[in-house]
């Protein structure tokens, strides 16, 4: 019996330990590194008090599922990389480059050519300079909207400005794609989990939906979201939590392995 009592004691440990130090060692995830800004992870003074005293969650500060920074408006400030985009961009628009100093060696096989011809970062830079230059806070995420009072217009339908629009002039540039074949991504992207794993109480294939130009496989809205609310386990009628954004990592593999 009291062996039995170390043996739990002892797993209890080594549990306690691997959660806590879930992500920190290299290739383990992002969970508990410096890039996780919730009260659990190592950015966590970085962070946003609001947040963490909510949900916690990991992808928000720079990824959102709706409503994020449209491509267009991302490329007026030289930002032509935004997968689902969350964070305010840097304001820095003019850059130096890389310099060696003022007495490099002019002749052409040691001259840098780098330093001759870098222009300014790409898109997927300015990604990471949006924090670390300094120019924007870390917790400067989410693009502000207005909700009107009123709910919808005169005929019922929503007005733009509706914080619960989606998809408004057929745009769906800023949401999370939906419309595709979920096996056909998972087997050419190796960080997206198999159909088989859990999504909430249900499996991801089991919430794959029939799309005429895709067939039955198709990930839609109610991949994420439970229309009924009546088996989900998370917010907003979605299917599991986004607490720590166990939604995001239910099929976002290795962003939290
Ligand atoms: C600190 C900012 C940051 C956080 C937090 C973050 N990401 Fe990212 N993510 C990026 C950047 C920057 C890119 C583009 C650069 C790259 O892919 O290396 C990216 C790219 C992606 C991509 C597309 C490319 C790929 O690697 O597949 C996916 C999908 C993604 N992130 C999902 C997530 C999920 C899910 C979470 C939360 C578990 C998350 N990210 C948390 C910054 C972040
Ligand atoms: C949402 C803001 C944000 C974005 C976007 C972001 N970072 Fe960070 N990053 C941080 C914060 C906060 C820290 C922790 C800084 C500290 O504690 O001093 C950090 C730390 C780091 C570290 C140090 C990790 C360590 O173990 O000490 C590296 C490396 C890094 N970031 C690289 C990047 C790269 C590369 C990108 C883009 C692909 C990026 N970051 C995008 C906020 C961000
Ligand atoms: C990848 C999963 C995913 C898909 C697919 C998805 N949603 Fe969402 N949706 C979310 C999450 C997560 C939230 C909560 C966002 C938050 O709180 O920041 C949300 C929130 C919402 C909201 C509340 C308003 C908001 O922006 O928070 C509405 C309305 C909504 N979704 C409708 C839809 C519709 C309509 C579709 C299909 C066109 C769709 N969703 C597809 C994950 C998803
Ligand atoms: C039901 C599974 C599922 C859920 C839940 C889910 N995703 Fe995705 N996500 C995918 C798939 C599949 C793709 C498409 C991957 C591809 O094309 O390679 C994708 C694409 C993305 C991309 C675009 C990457 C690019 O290359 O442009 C980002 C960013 C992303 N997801 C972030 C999130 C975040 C943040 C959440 C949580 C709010 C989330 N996802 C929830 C399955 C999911």
């Known amino acids: 019996m009291r062996k039995l009592f170390v043996l739990f004691l002892t797993l209890g440990i080594v549990l306690m330990a691997s959660a806590v130090m879930a992500g920190t060692a290299p290739g383990s995830g992002i969970g508990g590194t410096p890039h996780d800004l919730s009260s659990l992870g190592g950015g966590v003074l970085w962070g946003d008090t609001a947040e963490q005293a909510g949900l916690n969650r990991i992808c928000i500060y720079c990824h959102a599922p709706h409503h994020t920074i449209k491509p267009a408006d991302a490329a007026t400030v ?137 067939g039955a496989d198709s990930m839609e809205c109610s991949t994420c979201h439970d229309v009924h609310n009546s088996k989900n386990t998370g917010e907003k009628f979605l299917w599991t939590t986004e607490a720590q954004s166990g939604l995001c990592l239910a099929c976002h593999l290795g962003k939290n392995q």
Request: charged share 10%; glycine share 8%.
């Open 78 to 214: 030289g930002v032509n990389y935004v997968p689902l985009w969350n964070h305010a961009l840097t304001t820095t628009t003019s850059w130096t480059m890389y310099s060696n100093g003022s007495e490099e060696p002019s002749d052409a096989n040691h001259a840098s050519y780098a330093e001759a011809n870098a222009v300014e970062p790409g898109g997927i830079s300015k990604l990471c300079l949006s924090c670390h230059d300094a120019t924007v806070a870390t917790n400067a995420y989410g693009t502000a909207q207005t909700c009107p009072t009123s709910k919808g217009a005169a005929d019922k339908t929503f007005v733009a400005t509706n914080c619960n629009v989606i998809g408004y002039n057929g745009d769906l540039t800023n949401h999370h794609p939906i419309g595709f074949d979920y096996a056909a991504a998972q087997a050419s992207d190796d960080e997206i989990e198999p159909t088989t794993s859990s999504l909430g109480a249900y499996t991801i294939g089991q919430l794959l939906w029939y799309n005429g130009s895709v």
